[in-house]
């Protein structure tokens, strides 16, 4: 029962370098998100796939791009890594979009760190 | 101005006690509304979602709508060391629908 699955868990970057976050989920959800979280920040939204084949910006896009491969995997792609992206990396996925969204299932997370 | 603003606390709560938390928006449309629990370098875990004004109980949970005050509360009643946390508070605005907002996070201490 593994709910969603992020890698990897700790990555450590030189600035300009390029990674990829991968996410994949099992419950056959519709909508897929990624988060970062900062101390003091709460989470804020990067990118979110509000179902296959199409994915919308979030409150803090630039950087960063998102595929949603197919209805289990949304990566996440730092194309020139900065280290105002040193942060820890959150999917999500649930099972509608909308209104009522709310019911978010959590990865374990991915800590980056930018040098 | 931030569209979901909590104390960051820490909130320190004895043992047994009621742990109470607010949040307040800024959106007047928003329609639902969540409570995250986090503990310490963990990922964040729903425990409460109430969409209309009034109370709503699971277990020691209470949470507690008020959309004409635009603020959410959520009340933690015999608080014990497991419900030592950050609790974050999220919103669905409705100029962001289906994209929650998140609060900073209350962290809670409790102590025996």
């Known amino acids: 029962n593994a709910g969603v699955t992020q890698t990897p868990k700790f990555q450590v970057l030189k600035t300009g370098q390029s990674m990829t976050l991968q996410c994949a989920q099992d419950m056959n959800h519709n909508s897929m998100y990624w988060y970062r979280q900062d101390p003091g920040m709460g989470l804020r939204l990067i990118y979110y796939s509000a179902s296959e084949g199409t994915t919308d910006k979030g409150e803090v896009p630039n950087g960063y791009n998102v595929s949603r491969l197919n209805k289990r995997e949304f990566s996440l792609r730092l194309e020139s890594a900065a280290p105002s992206q040193t942060s820890v990396y959150f999917c999500a996925s649930s099972k509608t979009s909308g209104g009522n969204t709310g019911e978010l299932f959590f990865g374990e997370g991915s800590r980056l760190t930018v040098l | 101005q931030k569209e979901v603003e909590q104390n960051s606390g820490p909130l320190s709560v004895p043992e047994g006690a009621i742990a109470s938390l607010n949040c307040t928006y800024s959106d007047r449309g928003s329609q639902s509304f969540f409570w995250y629990r986090q503990y310490s370098g963990k990922s964040p875990e729903l425990i409460m979602s109430?969409?209309?004004?009034g109370d709503k109980e699971d277990g020691r949970f209470t949470a507690q709508l008020n959309k004409a005050s635009q603020y959410v509360s959520l009340l933690i009643r015999d608080s014990q060391p497991s419900d030592s946390a950050t609790y974050l508070c999220?919103?669905?605005?409705?100029?962001?629908?289906?994209?929650?907002?998140f609060g900073a996070g209350t962290q809670v201490v409790v102590t025996p």
């Open positions: 109430i969409y209309s004004n």
């Open positions: 999220a919103v669905n605005m409705r100029d962001s629908w289906g994209k929650l907002q």
